[in-house]
Protein backbone atom coordinates (compact mmCIF):
# COMPACT_ATOMS: atom_id res chain seq x y z
CA UNK A 1 0.00 0.00 0.00
CA UNK A 2 2.85 2.42 0.79
CA UNK A 3 3.96 1.35 -2.49
CA UNK A 4 0.74 2.53 -4.29
CA UNK A 5 0.89 5.88 -1.77
CA UNK A 6 4.25 6.35 -3.13
CA UNK A 7 2.99 5.87 -7.02
CA UNK A 8 -0.07 7.80 -6.96
CA UNK A 9 1.63 10.79 -5.40
CA UNK A 10 4.41 10.61 -7.83
CA UNK A 11 1.70 10.59 -10.63
CA UNK A 12 0.35 13.41 -8.89
CA UNK A 13 3.95 15.42 -8.71
CA UNK A 14 4.45 14.41 -12.62
CA UNK A 15 0.78 15.42 -13.19
CA UNK A 16 1.51 18.96 -11.93
CA UNK A 17 4.82 18.87 -12.98
CA UNK A 18 3.79 18.21 -16.97
CA UNK A 19 0.82 21.26 -15.80
CA UNK A 20 2.96 23.28 -14.80
CA UNK A 21 4.89 22.95 -18.43
CA UNK A 22 1.97 23.56 -20.17
CA UNK A 23 0.36 26.67 -18.35
CA UNK A 24 4.07 28.38 -18.60
CA UNK A 25 4.32 27.28 -22.69
CA UNK A 26 0.14 28.33 -22.65
CA UNK A 27 1.47 31.76 -20.72
CA UNK A 28 4.59 32.57 -23.14
CA UNK A 29 2.34 32.33 -26.06
CA UNK A 30 -0.13 34.87 -24.40
CA UNK A 31 2.64 37.12 -23.58
CA UNK A 32 3.62 36.70 -27.01
CA UNK A 33 0.54 37.71 -28.46
CA UNK A 34 -0.19 40.40 -25.44
CA UNK A 35 3.38 41.78 -27.24
CA UNK A 36 2.50 41.96 -30.44
CA UNK A 37 -0.93 43.14 -30.01
CA UNK A 38 0.94 46.02 -28.17
CA UNK A 39 3.08 46.56 -31.22
CA UNK A 40 0.32 47.02 -33.45
CA UNK A 41 -1.61 49.06 -31.43
CA UNK A 42 1.39 51.46 -30.84
CA UNK A 43 1.37 51.52 -34.51
CA UNK A 44 -2.13 52.32 -35.05
CA UNK A 45 -1.60 54.98 -33.12
CA UNK A 46 1.05 56.55 -34.80
CA UNK A 47 -0.77 56.51 -37.86
CA UNK A 48 -4.03 58.11 -36.50
CA UNK A 49 -1.41 60.88 -35.26
CA UNK A 50 -0.46 61.43 -38.51
CA UNK A 51 -3.87 61.18 -40.11
CA UNK A 52 -4.96 63.85 -37.40
CA UNK A 53 -2.05 66.03 -38.65
CA UNK A 54 -2.80 65.71 -42.30
CA UNK A 55 -6.42 66.57 -41.86
CA UNK A 56 -5.40 69.83 -39.43
CA UNK A 57 -3.32 70.87 -42.44
CA UNK A 58 -6.01 69.90 -44.98
CA UNK A 59 -9.06 72.03 -43.29
CA UNK A 60 -6.18 75.14 -43.12
CA UNK A 61 -5.14 74.42 -46.40
CA UNK A 62 -9.46 74.45 -47.07
CA UNK A 63 -9.76 77.93 -44.79
CA UNK A 64 -7.32 79.92 -46.56
CA UNK A 65 -8.81 78.69 -50.30
CA UNK A 66 -12.15 79.34 -49.37
CA UNK A 67 -11.06 82.87 -48.03
CA UNK A 68 -9.18 83.34 -51.28
CA UNK A 69 -12.32 82.67 -53.52
CA UNK A 70 -14.54 85.02 -51.07
CA UNK A 71 -12.33 87.80 -52.12
CA UNK A 72 -11.70 86.46 -56.33
CA UNK A 73 -15.99 86.88 -56.11
CA UNK A 74 -15.73 89.95 -54.48
CA UNK A 75 -13.44 91.55 -57.31
CA UNK A 76 -14.97 89.84 -59.72
CA UNK A 77 -18.32 91.14 -58.65
CA UNK A 78 -16.52 94.45 -58.59
CA UNK A 79 -14.98 94.33 -62.01
CA UNK A 80 -18.88 93.19 -63.21
CA UNK A 81 -19.70 96.35 -62.30
CA UNK A 82 -17.54 98.80 -63.40
CA UNK A 83 -17.90 97.04 -66.73
CA UNK A 84 -21.39 97.57 -66.63
CA UNK A 85 -21.02 101.10 -65.37
CA UNK A 86 -18.54 101.32 -68.49
CA UNK A 87 -21.20 99.92 -71.23
CA UNK A 88 -24.11 102.10 -70.00
CA UNK A 89 -21.34 105.07 -70.64
CA UNK A 90 -20.58 103.38 -73.60
CA UNK A 91 -24.52 103.82 -74.82
CA UNK A 92 -25.00 106.80 -73.37
CA UNK A 93 -22.03 108.15 -75.44
CA UNK A 94 -23.47 106.32 -78.52
CA UNK A 95 -26.80 107.87 -77.87
CA UNK A 96 -25.24 111.43 -77.71
CA UNK A 97 -24.01 111.09 -80.86
CA UNK A 98 -26.13 109.87 -82.83
CA UNK A 99 -28.74 112.42 -81.23
CA UNK A 100 -25.63 115.10 -82.30
CA UNK A 101 -25.60 113.52 -86.00
CA UNK A 102 -29.27 113.48 -86.31
CA UNK A 103 -29.70 117.34 -85.21
CA UNK A 104 -26.68 118.27 -87.35
CA UNK A 105 -28.69 116.58 -90.39
CA UNK A 106 -31.62 118.10 -89.84
CA UNK A 107 -30.39 121.10 -89.36
CA UNK A 108 -27.39 120.96 -92.01
CA UNK A 109 -24.91 123.56 -91.98
CA UNK A 110 -26.45 126.77 -91.23
CA UNK A 111 -23.07 129.14 -91.10
CA UNK A 112 -24.96 132.68 -91.11
CA UNK A 113 -26.40 131.64 -87.45
CA UNK A 114 -23.15 130.70 -86.37
CA UNK A 115 -21.68 133.74 -87.02
CA UNK A 116 -24.72 135.34 -85.23
CA UNK A 117 -24.36 133.34 -82.14
CA UNK A 118 -20.63 134.32 -82.23
CA UNK A 119 -20.87 137.94 -82.68
CA UNK A 120 -23.75 138.10 -79.77
CA UNK A 121 -21.32 135.98 -77.56
CA UNK A 122 -23.54 133.24 -77.14
CA UNK A 123 -21.20 130.41 -78.36
CA UNK A 124 -22.19 128.38 -75.27
CA UNK A 125 -24.91 129.31 -72.44
CA UNK A 126 -22.70 129.56 -68.96
CA UNK A 127 -24.15 129.06 -65.61
CA UNK A 128 -23.84 131.59 -63.09
CA UNK A 129 -23.28 130.62 -59.28
CA UNK A 130 -23.64 134.02 -58.26
CA UNK A 131 -26.29 134.80 -55.33
CA UNK A 132 -27.69 131.26 -55.62
CA UNK A 133 -27.72 128.14 -53.83
CA UNK A 134 -25.81 125.01 -54.61
CA UNK A 135 -27.91 121.80 -55.07
CA UNK A 136 -25.66 118.40 -53.37
CA UNK A 137 -25.40 115.11 -54.39
CA UNK A 138 -24.60 112.58 -52.33
CA UNK A 139 -22.47 109.86 -54.82
CA UNK A 140 -23.96 106.51 -54.46
CA UNK A 141 -22.29 103.32 -55.68
CA UNK A 142 -21.87 102.55 -59.52
CA UNK A 143 -22.42 106.62 -60.46
CA UNK A 144 -20.03 108.61 -62.37
CA UNK A 145 -19.70 111.87 -63.30
CA UNK A 146 -21.15 111.29 -67.12
CA UNK A 147 -24.27 109.65 -65.27
CA UNK A 148 -24.48 112.73 -62.67
CA UNK A 149 -24.07 115.10 -65.79
CA UNK A 150 -27.18 113.30 -67.87
CA UNK A 151 -28.73 113.34 -64.68
CA UNK A 152 -29.01 117.12 -63.70
CA UNK A 153 -28.52 118.05 -67.47
CA UNK A 154 -25.17 119.80 -66.93
CA UNK A 155 -21.85 119.28 -68.10
CA UNK A 156 -18.40 117.30 -67.04
CA UNK A 157 -16.77 120.31 -66.90
CA UNK A 158 -19.05 121.89 -65.02
CA UNK A 159 -19.38 119.78 -61.81
CA UNK A 160 -15.54 119.12 -61.75
CA UNK A 161 -15.32 122.85 -62.06
CA UNK A 162 -17.73 123.73 -59.13
CA UNK A 163 -16.62 120.70 -56.76
CA UNK A 164 -12.44 121.31 -57.59
CA UNK A 165 -12.25 117.92 -59.35
CA UNK A 166 -9.10 117.21 -61.31
CA UNK A 167 -10.37 114.24 -62.55
CA UNK A 168 -13.11 112.10 -62.98
CA UNK A 169 -12.85 110.10 -59.74
CA UNK A 170 -15.86 110.28 -57.57
CA UNK A 171 -15.90 107.94 -53.82
CA UNK A 172 -19.10 106.87 -52.52
CA UNK A 173 -20.67 109.42 -50.32
CA UNK A 174 -18.86 112.07 -51.75
CA UNK A 175 -20.73 115.39 -50.95
CA UNK A 176 -20.57 117.12 -55.02
CA UNK A 177 -22.76 120.49 -55.83
CA UNK A 178 -24.14 119.48 -59.31
CA UNK A 179 -26.18 122.21 -59.87
CA UNK A 180 -27.20 125.81 -58.40
CA UNK A 181 -31.06 126.73 -57.64
Not at 52 to 65: F, G, I, N, S, Y
Not at 141 to 164: C, H, M
Amino acid sequence: MSHTVLRLVALCFGGALLTGCVMSEKYEQEKARSLNFQRLLAQEEKRTGELDAELKKARRQLTEVEARNREMTLEMQSVREQLARSQEEVMALRETATLEQQAQAELGDLPELKGDLAGLGLDEPTLTTEGRVPIYHEVMPGETLFRLSRTYAVKVDQIREWNGLRDDLIEVGQQLVVGYE
